[in-house]
């Protein structure tokens, strides 16, 4: 079979490229003139350059695969030009990469495209699949996980907004790329969707307390009160200043985030790994 990956040069595309060919896969991957293609030059991969937002260069990259796996975030707005391209393409299979955060409480600027996103797959007649993952971190590259590690290294003190006991259930990034295979190779998968997330949830002050274990580190947490946090940081945001740290990004600290990944289980045989082994796995890559 012959797929064509989207956002196969990031994170999480990166890291599933490489086990589609180990499993008999023919890999096409899209990518736009300025992608780093460096991390897969060694593989047999198919390049096609365009870009989700021109319906030209997709229609072409997809003529001749037999499904789209699309890893691109759905929170881009690209959904219609995917499945019109698709359906002039001919092809008939696709694997979707949505994310948990539509279930969000906050009024997050994205949520609104992706639910309308999944809700147009849901519509379009493809043999498609949902996957959400929950947060993914895994290595160097991830925007997660990596920024707490770094952290952690450099100071003894952790700073945390609330309580620290809202649960957070993250996935490893090579268990994400082991459930799109599993779809993929799983007709029973066709039509649904799943939420895909770590084995077991975990506080935030569980996750503060297993990153520092595995660096070897003693963390001293300073508690602080999130809500008078929140409203500084939404009043600089008004006033267009730029901080690194967001009013959303503590709010979601402060809301759970556990997902029940049965169905998954039970279809294709998802099984993730425990937040203890990946993070070790990840430390492990950056040393």
């Known amino acids: 079979m012959k797929v064509l990956v989207t956002g196969g040069t990031g994170f999480t595309g990166s890291r599933l490229i490489p086990l589609l060919l180990q499993n008999g896969f023919q890999v096409r991957a899209l990518t736009r003139p300025t992608s780093d293609r460096s991390p897969l030059s060694a593989l047999r991969v198919e390049w096609a350059t365009g870009d989700l937002a021109n319906a030209e260069s997709f229609t072409a ?25 698709a359906k002039e393409a001919g092809v ?8 948990t955060a539509i279930f969000t409480q906050l009024n ?13 797959i849901q519509a379009s007649g493809l043999n498609y699949t949902i996957l959400r993952p929950t947060m993914i971190y895994g290595s160097p590259r991830d925007r997660n996980m990596w920024r707490l590690i770094r952290l952690l290294r450099i100071t003894p003190i952790m700073p945390i907004f609330g309580d620290g006991e809202s ?4 996935i490893f990034v090579d268990d994400v790329a082991q459930a799109v295979l599993l779809a993929l190779k799983n007709d029973i998968t066709i ?11 975990l506080t935030y002050n569980q996750v503060i307390d297993t990153v520092a274990a595995a660096l070897g580190k003693r963390i001293w947490k300073l508690y602080l009160p999130y809500l008078p946090i929140v409203r500084a940081l939404q009043f600089t945001e008004q006033m267009k200043l730029r901080l690194p740290l967001k009013a959303e990004q503590v709010l ?36």
């Open 61 to 85: 990259a997809l003529r001749g695969v037999d499904a789209l796996v699309n890893i691109a975030s759905l929170g881009f707005g690209h959904v219609e030009t995917i499945l019109r391209s």
């Open 92 to 99: 008939k299979r696709g694997i979707f990469i949505s994310t």
């Open 108 to 120: 997050a600027g994205s949520k609104s495209i992706r639910l309308a996103a999944e809700e147009a």
């Open 167 to 170: 649960l957070q259930q993250p």
């Open 191 to 201: 039509g649904k969707s799943y939420n895909i997330a770590g084995k077991d949830p």
């Open 252 to 287: 979601r600290l402060n809301e759970n985030k556990v997902f029940s990944y049965e169905e998954a289980q039970k279809d294709f045989g998802f099984t993730p790994r425990g937040f203890g082994e990946g993070i070790q796995l990840e430390i492990g890559k950056s040393t």
